[in-house]
């Protein structure tokens, strides 16, 4: 084999072994999985919160946090007055975010919190003139590769 016949099997070689590099195997998937565990918590009113994965069509996945509340937790209002609230504060105490509850039906409760991965800990208060209920959650997504399975 002469030196111009080696360079060619040598660049062709090459090429394939970068593009054998590039993507993923069809037979693992990565998966996002979050845990989230209660610190606090002191009256029931919010019986619930969790963070979890939402992948919207366009995006990549967000964490969602979601707050329950109790079936009695929002007092009546006069009409057209605003409810109340539940707020989200970090470690400082400096607001993150704020849902407002203008329903008196409303137990479910959800804001993205962010692009994944994410680990964090929140203070979670319902709020009607003062604090009614509060809870103190940590949480961590983290991406998981594993085996992919079929239904």
Do not use: K, W
Not at 75 to 88: F, T, V
Request: charged content about 20%.
């Amino acid at each position: 084999m002469n030196r111009r016949e080696f360079g060619s099997a040598a660049m062709g070689a090459g090429t394939a072994l970068v593009a054998g590099c590039q993507g993923t195997s069809s037979s693992n998937q990565q998966t996002i999985e979050c845990n989230t565990v209660v610190r606090e918590s002191s009256d029931g009113q919010i019986q619930q919160a969790t963070v979890t994965t939402r992948r919207p069509p366009d995006d990549g996945p967000l964490a969602e946090l979601e707050v329950i509340l109790a079936a009695d937790a929002i007092p009546e209002a006069p009409q057209g007055a605003r409810h109340g609230s539940i707020e989200i504060t970090d470690t400082r105490g400096e607001l993150l975010y704020e849902i407002p509850i203008d329903d008196p039906t409303q137990r479910s409760s959800a804001i993205a919190i962010g692009p994944q991965p994410q680990h964090g800990r929140y203070r979670i208060t319902l709020q009607f003139g003062e604090v009614v209920d509060e809870l103190q959650i940590d949480f961590t997504c983290r991406f998981q590769t594993g085996e992919a399975t079929t239904d």
